[in-house]
């Protein structure tokens, strides 16, 4: 059996020394480089990106690339 004064409770504050720097949504530690959290954050941006792109599709009524100027 645990002890319950180890563990801290929801009504006792911890202070910023002790408490982890994690994520919001995860328990993982925010990392830069080839980390697993930051490829899932780089994969969010990039499905953003793609929702952007249809919906300029769609409101433009043309395609990106021609949109953007990359093809005549």
């Given at each position: 059996?645990s002890?319950?004064?180890?563990?801290?409770?929801?009504?006792t504050?911890?202070?910023?020394?002790?408490?982890?720097?994690?994520?919001?949504?995860?328990?993982?530690?925010p990392?830069?480089?080839?980390?697993g959290?930051?490829?899932?954050?780089?994969?969010?941006?990039?499905?953003?990106?793609f929702?952007?792109?249809?919906?300029?599709?769609a409101l433009?009524?043309d395609?990106?690339?021609?949109?953007?100027?990359?093809?005549?």
């Amino acid at each position: 059996m645990s002890d319950p004064s180890a563990t801290p409770s929801a009504d006792t504050p911890q202070d910023a020394s002790t408490a982890p720097a994690t994520s919001a949504t995860t328990s993982e530690v925010p990392a830069f480089g080839w980390s697993g959290y930051a490829e899932r954050v780089n994969g969010r941006f990039a499905m953003l990106g793609f929702a952007a792109v249809l919906l300029v599709e769609a409101l433009s009524h043309d395609t990106f690339l021609h949109w953007a100027g990359l093809v005549p």
